[in-house]
């Protein structure tokens, strides 16, 4: 019953391997945000996720990155041929309808080599 | 998706009220303002959100004028676990599912003792 909750919490990986972040949002919210932090930066979305609808992929930067929502709970974002400039923290949040408020996750932080 | 601007940085010392405006000129009818709080190497946390007028909560108190095209989020007495970056986000937030939330560069808030 806690809150989202992201895997790995930290990831160093070489340019060029592929990775998988996973989010588990709180049950029972059906929207889903994934965005990205580079260090002492804002918030850059990346993609959103509601129910069974087509998601909202602007932001995604690259074709490299993808994210797919399985059975409309855990999320995985993934990330091809990484480079450097990927290096960053990989935030999820998960929203409540009812109020509105986006609960997020502690974050993956991704150091590519 | 209304843009907001927030001053970059504030400082403040330990017992003083701060207070961190928000401009959103373009919000629309439907549109909530929210505030949220991130400490370093933590996702962001929801401090307090409001429509108009004044919203107090135990952890900081908002304005909004008539015209609701800026916003003041007010921290009392601030201690030195203030120190944060706080984020306004505005957008369509009650049983809004679709939509793509935006978040501006915050104002990072550095408390001294």
């Known amino acids: 019953g806690a809150g989202v909750s992201q895997s790995p919490s930290n990831k160093v990986t070489e340019k060029g391997k592929d990775v998988e972040l996973r989010c588990d949002p709180i049950s029972g919210h059906t929207a889903l945000y994934w965005y990205r932090q580079s260090l002492g930066q804002g918030l850059e979305f990346l993609i959103y996720f509601q129910g069974n609808s087509a998601p909202d992929k602007s932001g995604l930067p690259s074709d490299r990155f993808s994210a797919e929502r399985t059975g409309g709970s855990v999320s995985t974002l993934t990330i091809q041929r990484t480079q450097q400039e990927d290096s960053a923290v990989y935030l999820c949040?998960?929203?409540?309808?009812?109020?509105?408020?986006?609960?997020f996750g502690e974050g993956s932080r991704l150091t590519v080599l | 998706l209304a843009k907001t601007t927030q001053p970059i940085s504030m400082d403040s010392y330990e017992g003083q009220e701060v207070n961190i405006t928000c401009s959103h000129n373009?919000?629309?009818?439907?549109?909530?303002i929210t505030w949220y709080q991130q400490f370093p190497s933590q996702g962001p946390r929801f401090i307090i959100q409001g429509y108009k007028t004044k919203v107090t909560n135990e952890v900081a108190s908002l304005f909004i004028p008539a015209d609701r095209k800026s916003s003041t989020l007010s921290l009392p007495r601030v201690s030195l676990s203030d120190t944060a970056v706080y984020y306004c986000l505005v957008a369509q937030m009650i049983k809004a599912a679709g939509n793509k939330l935006t978040f501006g560069g915050g104002t990072r808030v550095l408390v001294k003792p």
């Open positions: 373009n919000i629309a009818t439907n549109d909530y």
């Open positions: 949040a998960s929203k409540d309808l009812n109020t509105g408020e986006l609960f």
